[in-house]
């Protein structure tokens, strides 16, 4: 007999059908057993009047008749004759998984992450990002960019500065890439529109909700800009199409989170650092700390303002200070002070960074120069400006930030398969 996936049961009403899957719930009343079976489609209980034995983590495969029941998740039951255990749980789980919530402390879910991800709730988190990252894919290419696959060993950090992870490779020094900056803007000078999604290595020392030390970062770069606008309105134009796509397939892993997919304004509202400042210290009487361009707090504030003024989840805040930013962030020709990029904010978290980069050589070393950063080992990067490197920009944008604010998760390593931070290396 072939398989039938749990989806499709509704088609086989008054039919013997063979499922396979795992048991996700045990429990008897009177003399019938209810076998709760997951697999990769859907959820369904088993009706049992025969004497059987299965706990919950069992893998198995049962054989029965569909029947209708309009009271059941699915519209159906299944009335089992046989049930085989394919692969037993030799232990008790740590933690019931048939709740509808496993109400775990951060740490327990993280310890025994390869059992937590087996809770339908958690799995929807994960069906949620796959839909995330999907849509980013099929945003981008509507818009004809280019995907690209970039090395994460270089022989320079990718930033310049600080924040990177050292290793031994062979018999000199590399770093993990902090971000395929370098690579994607040379790749703007051989198809103009180019997007990546791949991992993004940080050596921050924190201990938040919002960060981690790798991280699944979406990124983009495009040629023949006007300023940074264009990026801008880029990035709102591809929000907008991936959260369209994300709608109309989403609704299962929004459900267990009474959560939604946002509706992105026809263009963000936009507002310079400064003025952001001012109005979070006069409107919700809060100061930003001067160690900080914005912090945590601020960044909330902002997004409050922004639904409070505007209606809109997003808000793109400008013209962040020169020194802060890293050396090929293209300065503000009025006020060099300042910079040509933004930030993206989504419900009053940071969730995306770009700018206008330095496409002229000679601005570029000199730019170098007053941030005191070598040259070494960039000469790759580097020698591509003597060649006509078109005006240019783009974005890095991280994609469980995404997923962290769009369901409300406490933290963001719950939005990651398995998390790494400055504590945690395993599982």
Known sequence: MERTLIDQL??????????????????????????????????????????IFARIGDAVEVIGEVREDKRAKGGVEIF??????????????????????????????LDYRPLSLRHPKVQQIFRLYDLLLESYDKAMREECFIEIKTPKIL????????????LEYFDKNAYLAQSPQFFKQIMVGVFERVFEIGPAFRAEPHFTTRHVNEYISLDAEMGFI??????MA????????????????????????????????????QIKLAQIKKIIKEKYNYEIPETT???????????????????????????????????YTMPDKDNPAETCGFDLIYKGLEIATGSQRINDYKMLMENMAKKNISPDGM???????????????????????????MLGLKSIKEAILFPRDMKRLSP
């Open 10 to 51: 509704k088609n086989h009403i008054n039919e013997e059908v063979l499922i396979k899957g795992r048991v996700m719930n045990v429990r008897g009343l009177s003399n019938v057993k209810f076998v709760l079976v997951q697999d990769y489609k859907g959820l369904v209980q088993t009706v049992w009047e025969t004497e």
């Open 80 to 109: 089992g004759k046989e049930l085989k255990i394919t692969a037993p749980s030799i232990e008790d789980l740590p933690f019931d998984l048939s709740k509808p919530d496993l109400n775990l402390q951060l740490a327990t879910l």
């Open 155 to 166: 022989e320079a950090a990718s930033e310049g500065g600080a924040n990177f992870f050292k």
């Open 226 to 231: 006007d300023d940074f606008g264009d990026v």
């Open 234 to 269: 880029m990035l709102n134009k591809i929000l907008a199409g991936m959260f369209g796509h994300m709608r109309e397939k989403s609704q299962n892993c929004l459900e267990a989170y009474g959560a939604e997919i946002p509706k992105v304004p026809e263009k963000i509202p």
């Open 293 to 327: 361009d914005i912090d945590p707090e601020g960044e909330r504030l902002a997004g409050r303002w922004a639904k409070e003024e505007f209606n809109s989840d997003f808000l793109f805040i400008t013209h962040y200070p020169w020194s802060d930013r890293p050396f």
């Open 379 to 405: 000469e790759y990067y580097l020698d591509i400006f003597k060649y006509a490197m078109p005006p240019h920009g783009g974005w890095g944008m991280g994609s469980e930030r995404i997923i962290q604010q």
